[in-house]
């Protein structure tokens, strides 16, 4: 589904990726960890080409999605994505938020769109909020609008960049709720996050990265059990223990 | 009723009775200085109320007119600015800077004096007046509307992106509307400063409300009284672009 091979991007002097190969399959759940300026977030967004690369091979589904494709707003339809600051639109209603891209970009009725819309907003749980704006909802609220924004484009993959790092920790739980419910449903989702239970309840695959490698691809149990590079042990003796 | 006696000094804190209390001194205020104006000697002045207010008309064309078309060219100096291609971006910027860089007043003789001597043909001082300003008030405009694009922030587009919408469709219903709303401040500062700035015309001669006054003052030396008009002239009409501006956003508060 996912497919990278030999990328390679930097940041001016920074290497922020480097040589990274690895794939996704259809269905499949990975977990990317690490510590801050390890490059997961880069690798993610390069996914659907918020970020170039300056060499190797992406594709998804597919697609080649470096610079060789044309027309990567086509790719991007199928690929949703969730922020750390939630990036709703503020000028809009909550529905508008959801039916914005599924009425301009898939040429769905609004009706059509803001049933979808409201069949989301139930799933994530809070259907009674779509005359809000999103400043008159907390920040759990919001990331769940968020989650049922992306869903309403009815993508193939799910992308989440630190989806809980901005939330206080009363809220991060309703939040990792919503994406366990996808995950069970099949959905094909690469999550970078440092809630490690969510890794363990349902990742396939943990991947760690420092300095812009992969330096673990594993199943949760086998990571956290067994990791065999220093690095990542080091990084789950610290996150596994921070209290 | 209860028979509670009143707590006045609670009364006096309550946002309302507060509201009541400074109406009534602005009233106070008003009505002093009403008197005072009448009182003044209005004789001489009076009978040239309609070549004053014809003036300050006069102001309010200019005002208008340099507005609406340095809007309109504002809007692609902005984009030109923000999203334009190498090359088309360093003109418009170098054009803004110059124009902002430079005194209105030396705008306005440019387009009076040499602009002729380079074309040939003369201008009426009219012409120059609603040129020099539209060119003056578009890159200030320019300047509030990519100030406008930059206040919303980067993860919106990539937001936006990220669903598959277009540059376009994300620029026009993503940006666009945050942005219109995130300028209205500058904006209002803006419109105020270009309604003053009509006032320079008065150098090469168009008959706008501050030349009308000072006209009239030539004639019937009436300092006091006429300076008093071409304040109050000023003042009102500048409150009353800052409340057309207001009015036309009334979701303002609703965002954070």
């Given amino acids: 589904m996912i497919g990278f091979k030999n990328v390679h991007k930097h940041f001016g002097a920074l290497h922020v990726l ?21 490059g997961k977030s880069t690798l993610l967004r390069c996914i659907n080409r918020l970020e170039r690369i300056d060499s190797g091979e992406i594709t998804v589904d597919g697609i080649r999605v470096d610079d060789a494709t044309p027309d990567i707003a086509k790719v991007r339809a199928e690929i949703g994505m969730v922020f750390q600051q939630f990036n709703l639109y503020p000028h809009l209603r909550v529905l508008e938020n959801l039916i914005l891209a599924p009425v301009k970009v898939r040429g769905l009725s609004r009706e059509q769109a803001s049933g979808i819309a409201r069949a989301l907003l139930a799933k994530v749980g809070i259907p009674e909020k779509e005359t ?53 449903e099949g959905m094909t989702m690469v999550v ?32 956290f059990t067994q990791a065999k590079d220093p690095r990542a042990q080091v990084f789950l003796s610290k996150i596994l223990t921070h209290i | 009723m209860t028979d509670q006696p009143v707590d006045l000094r609670r009364a006096m804190r309550s946002p309302r009775v507060k509201l009541l209390i400074w109406r009534i001194g602005c009233g106070v205020v008003l009505m002093l200085a009403l008197r005072a104006v009448l009182d003044l000697d209005w004789t001489s002045v009076a009978p040239s109320w309609l070549f004053l207010l014809t003036g300050l008309g006069r102001s309010w064309l200019l005002a208008i007119v340099a507005i609406t078309a340095g809007g309109l060219a504002a809007a692609p100096l902005a984009l030109a600015r923000v999203y334009g291609p190498p090359g088309i971006r360093q003109a418009a910027t170098a054009l803004i800077e110059c124009v902002r860089a430079t005194p209105e007043l030396m705008i306005v003789f440019w387009v009076y004096f040499t602009l002729p001597i380079v074309t040939g043909n003369q201008v009426t001082s009219w012409n120059a007046a609603l040129g020099s300003l539209s060119v003056i008030a578009a890159v200030y405009l320019a300047e509030v509307f990519r ?50 700035t009509t006032s320079l015309v008065y150098a090469i001669g168009v008959m706008e409300f501050f030349r009308s006054i000072t006209v009239t003052n030539n004639a019937v030396f009436a300092p006091y009284q006429l300076y008093l ?18 009015w036309y956003d009334p979701k303002y508060q609703l965002l954070e």
């Fill in chain 2, 147 to 196: 100030a406008g694009l930059y206040s919303v922030p980067r993860g919106q587009s990539e937001a936006s992106a990220a669903t598959g919408m277009s540059g376009f469709s994300t620029f026009l219903y993503v940006i666009l509307p945050q942005a219109v709303r995130n300028m209205v401040p500058a904006l209002i500062a803006q419109l105020v400063g270009l309604f003053k």
């Fill in chain 1, 18 to 38: 480097n040589d990274v190969s690895f794939r996704v399959e259809p269905g499949e759940v990975v977990v990317i960890c690490g510590p801050s300026g390890s």
């Fill in chain 1, 132 to 184: 809000s704006y999103p400043s008159q909802l907390s920040g759990g609220q919001q990331q769940r609008v968020a989650i049922a924004r992306a869903l309403a484009m009815q993508p193939k993959i799910m992308l989440f960049d630190e989806p809980t790092s901005a939330l206080d920790p009363e809220m991060i739980r309703e939040v990792l709720e919503v994406m366990v419910q996808l995950a069970k």
């Fill in chain 1, 192 to 223: 970078v996050t440092h809630e490690m239970g969510f890794a363990r309840r349902v990742a396939h695959r943990v991947v760690f990265m420092d300095q812009g490698r992969i330096v673990e691809d594993a199943a949760p149990e086998a990571f």
């Fill in chain 2, 229 to 246: 008009v071409l304040a109050l002239g000023y003042f009102l009409s500048c409150f009353a672009i800052t409340r057309i501006v207001r």
